[in-house]
């Protein structure tokens, strides 16, 4: 299938291009972006010019910010075209609902990516998870923002989520893992004076058996960068690292080889977008945004030094 790819920034030169090429599924057939350019491939600056003249492209994935992403995602299903969604799916839960109901209406395929979700270790942490008994899970997601995420303004800008830009990749892990639902109970956000979403942030959850759930996320980070999810149960302790692609199990790996060698997680999400669009059917799962939104709803905020890149 020829798909387009539309945002060329970090993640769509890290990760999409690469996933696109090295699958036999895609044919990266066009580019829409202000600025990014892929070399070889046909680039436009306007995405209904791109959706005008391009009609064998039935497949757009949108690596925007969240803000801009909602405009783009309801051009290209009033387009006609299937529509992969970067994480978070939009810049509001309301934007999400109103893509879904668009895509029934135009009969197209529609895909919230959580790419977290790929990761090496995260299948074999749900299934080992399934009937224990949760005594407590926490969360800590620290990363230093320079290196990550160099000159985007974007995501101190409202809507674009600060700390919690990554911090919804872990929370996409734990609504993927748990097996009960989690809802948040109280929240703190520490915002730069000079920002308007938080550098840093802390959630606790309420669980439905009494387990202790937490997260910690902290954009402050220098030296050891930490993605990491530690859950104790009855019957075991599990520690999801490096982001999900590490697995122990009371101290012991628990990846075999072959896990370890299957694809990462945008080639994971490709193929998945394929079935998608193959069964005609739409994956919206909202559960790690509606998270993000209740900790913006109910967090505590305190103002915190200016944040200078
Ligand atoms: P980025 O490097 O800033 O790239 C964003 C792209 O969107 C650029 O091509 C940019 O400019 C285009 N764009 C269109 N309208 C824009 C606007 N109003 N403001 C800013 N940029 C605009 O960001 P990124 O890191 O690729 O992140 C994009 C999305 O991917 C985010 O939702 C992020 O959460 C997700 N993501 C990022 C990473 C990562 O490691 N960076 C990992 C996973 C997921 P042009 O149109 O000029 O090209």
């Not at 109280?186 to 840093?200: D, F, G, K, M, R």
């Not at 980070?221 to 599990?238: F, M, R």
């Not at 009371?250 to 370890?260: K, P, V």
């Amino acid at each position: 299938m020829k798909i387009a790819l539309v945002g060329i920034g970090k993640i769509a030169v890290d990760q999409h291009v690469p996933a696109i090429a090295a699958s036999s599924n895609w044919e990266l057939a066009a580019t829409v972006s202000r600025s990014g350019t892929v070399e070889g491939i046909d680039a436009y600056t306007d995405l209904e010019e791109m959706l005008q003249s391009c009609g064998d492209i039935r497949v757009v994935s949108l690596c925007l910010p969240p803000v801009p992403r909602y405009a783009a995602a309801q051009a290209a299903i009033r387009a006609g075209r299937h529509v992969m969604l970067e994480k978070p799916p939009g810049a509001t839960l309301s934007e999400c609902h109103a893509l879904e109901a668009m895509a029934r209406e135009h009969r197209v395929s529609l895909f919230a990516t959580w790419h977290s979700r790929e990761a090496a270790g995260v299948a074999q942490a749900k299934q080992w998870l399934a009937g224990k008994d949760l005594h407590r899970l926490s969360v800590t997601w620290k990363e230093d923002v320079r290196r990550w995420h160099p000159g985007q303004d974007w995501i101190w800008q409202p809507g674009g989520l600060g700390v919690f830009d990554p911090g919804i990749n872990a929370l996409s892990i734990v609504t993927e893992i748990l097996p009960d639902p989690i809802h948040v109970q109280s929240a703190l956000l520490e915002v730069p004076e000079n920002c308007q979403t938080p550098i840093a942030a802390s959630i606790e959850f309420s669980h439905p058996k009494g387990a202790q759930v937490g997260a910690v996320f902290d954009f402050r980070q220098s030296g050891e960068q930490i993605w990491t999810i530690e859950v104790e149960t009855g019957q075991g302790t599990l520690v999801l690292s490096e982001g999900g692609a590490k697995l122990t199990i009371d101290g012991s790996d628990l990846l075999d080889q072959d896990h370890l060698s299957l694809q990462g997680e945008y080639p994971r999400l490709y193929a998945r977008m394929a079935d998608l669009v193959s069964h005609g059917d739409i994956d919206m799962d909202l559960a790690p945004m509606r998270h993000v939104a209740d900790a913006f709803t109910l967090g505590r905020r305190i103002s915190v030094a200016p944040f200078i890149e």
